[in-house]
């Protein structure tokens, strides 16, 4: 035990200096993870960038999962300095991360999303339960009492005032926060509505209810939110999922649809009547911090004022903000460098 310890210490305090050491080989700030966080970061390293003359960071889209699979990879240059999460870090992901040596953490409640599925602006406008998602989008269903295989092809066999459209819905891959959203808070909630799913033992409750559909009418878009905007643009019948953000960001191109007579909005989103939001997260290398280049400026541009708060240029890209008392905290946090407790 004794040895172990010992060979864990060698290897963080390698790792450590291999940041150190090697520090100008990367000149560029490094930025992984969720598409629902993406804009956000992006206009963060953009405004870094135009304030300090300094190279904007390097953001890429990988998704939730990916990115923490990236993030927990490792402390060096060779690994990333931050990435976003539209969902917490899960427990899984912390003890990946302290099994590469990643184990001071700061993690930044950035404000909040509403999910969102849309469709084209020539497309029709729908307002669905979410019992009628979860018919629309489950891979097993009920129908007359019994948990069956999804039948349903069309909207309109669903309930008859639904269009009598075959149904086509893309959406974020297992790897996406979004998805766990989706998941948790749609599909969850959705299968709640129907007798039998209910009265199942909690493993096979939680397999029905959670299990998405793989025979067609749901597609699994991967990471890049924009290829979804193309498809609905040319296809007036399909609609999407994703974060509220994005929705925003497109809105001349896009129509919200509904959840239970409410539309995705800043302020339904805010109060809590519109039914799908999140939290939204990103997450701090602290070991990386004082030794890439600009790192701490950029994290102090991406939490100040100017940025998340009321007003800032994040809610003008779609951001939900915290409250001026929530954000002092976070703030807070941020700037003192606070490691992050295991999830439970």
């Not at 035990?1 to 290897?11: E, R």
């Not at 998405?212 to 999407?240: H, K």
Request: net charge negative; proline share 4%; with cysteine.
């Amino acid at each position: 035990m004794k040895l172990k310890s010992l060979t864990m210490a060698a290897t963080v305090a390698v790792a450590a200096l291999s940041v150190a050491g090697v520090a100008h080989a990367r000149d560029q700030i490094q930025v992984v993870g969720s598409s629902t966080v993406f804009p956000y970061s992006q206009a963060a390293a953009e405004q870094y960038a135009n304030e300090t003359g300094a190279a904007a960071p390097v953001v890429e889209s990988t998704g939730t999962g990916g990115g923490m699979k990236i993030f927990c990879g490792g402390v060096g240059t060779g690994h990333p300095d931050v990435t976003g999460a539209s969902r917490a870090m899960k427990k899984s992901e912390y003890e990946l991360c302290a099994s590469n040596g990643v184990t001071d953490i700061t993690e930044v409640l950035l404000g909040y999303d509403g999910l969102s599925m849309a469709v084209s602006r020539s497309g029709k406008q729908l307002d669905l339960t979410k019992a009628q998602l979860f018919q629309a989008l489950a891979a097993k269903v009920e129908v007359d009492g019994k948990i069956v295989d999804n039948p349903y092809e069309k909207w309109s066999e669903i309930d008859s005032s639904l269009p009598d459209t075959e149904i086509t819905v893309m959406g974020p891959p297992p790897t996406s926060g979004t998805r766990d959203a989706w998941v948790e808070l749609v599909m969850e909630e959705g299968c709640e509505e129907f007798a039998a799913i209910d009265a199942l033992e909690k493993d096979a409750k939680k397999e029905v209810c959670q299990r998405m559909r793989t025979d067609g009418p749901f597609i699994e878009a991967g990471e890049n939110d924009n290829l979804i905007v193309q498809r609905l643009e040319s296809d007036p019948n399909a609609y999407g999922i994703f974060g509220y953000s994005f929705l925003y960001e497109n809105q001349d191109k896009l129509q919200a649809v509904k959840i239970e007579g409410v539309l995705p909005e800043e302020h339904t989103i805010a109060d809590g009547s519109y039914g799908i939001s999140r939290p939204i997260f990103f997450y701090i290398k602290n070991a990386h911090r004082g030794v890439i280049p600009g790192l701490n400026e950029f994290i102090a541009e991406y939490t100040s004022d100017d940025a998340m708060g009321a007003g800032g240029y994040l809610s003008e890209r779609g951001l939900i903000v915290l409250s001026d008392a929530r954000r002092a905290e976070v703030q807070k946090t941020v700037k003192d460098g606070v490691n992050m407790p295991a999830p439970k």
